[in-house]
Nanobody, 124 residues
Framework: QSQLVESGGGLVQPGGSLTLSCVVS????????IGWFRQASGKEREGISS????????YYADSVKGRFTISRDRAKTTVYLQMNSLQPEDTAVYFC?????????????????WGQGTQVTVSS
C-alpha cells in the first residue's frame, strides 16, 4: 500500500523556522512529482511548492518564494520543506502529495496520493 506521512509541524514564533518531512512508501519514489499544499482555516487548499522526480526542477508560490526551500532525498524516500521567516499567515495544515512524474512543478492536478497533514501554527 502507498503511504505519505508528514511530520515536523508544531508551534513556532513569528520569524522562526521549521522543517517538514514527508516520508514516501509503497511507491517507486523516483517516478513521482511531490508537492506541498496547505489549508488555512476557512480557506481553500493551495499548492505552495513542488519538485520533480529527478530533483531538477522546483516551483514556489509567490507567497513563500524566498522563504521556503523544497528538497528530496532519494535514499530516504523523503521530501523536505524548510520554512524560514514564518509569519502568522503561514498558519495552516500542511500536506504532501504525489503525482506521476510527467506532472510539471507548479501544476496542481493529478495528485493522487496524499498524506494526513501536519499542523503548523505561527504565533507569539
Amino acid at each position: 500500500q502507498s503511504q505519505l506521512v508528514e511530520s515536523g509541524g508544531g508551534l513556532v514564533q513569528p520569524g522562526g523556522s521549521l522543517t517538514l518531512s514527508c516520508v514516501v512508501s509503497g511507491l517507486t519514489f523516483d517516478f513521482y512529482t511531490i508537492g506541498w499544499f496547505r489549508q488555512a482555516s476557512g480557506k481553500e487548499r493551495e499548492g505552495i511548492s513542488s519538485i520533480n522526480s529527478s530533483a531538477g526542477s522546483e516551483y514556489y508560490a509567490d507567497s513563500v518564494k524566498g522563504r521556503f526551500t523544497i528538497s528530496r532525498d532519494r535514499a530516504k524516500t523523503t521530501v523536505y520543506l524548510q520554512m524560514n521567516s514564518l509569519q502568522p499567515e503561514d498558519t495552516a495544515v500542511y500536506f504532501c502529495a504525489a503525482a506521476p512524474y510527467w506532472v510539471v512543478p507548479g501544476q496542481w492536478d493529478e495528485y493522487k496520493y496524499w498524506g494526513q497533514g501536519t499542523q503548523v501554527t505561527v504565533s507569539s
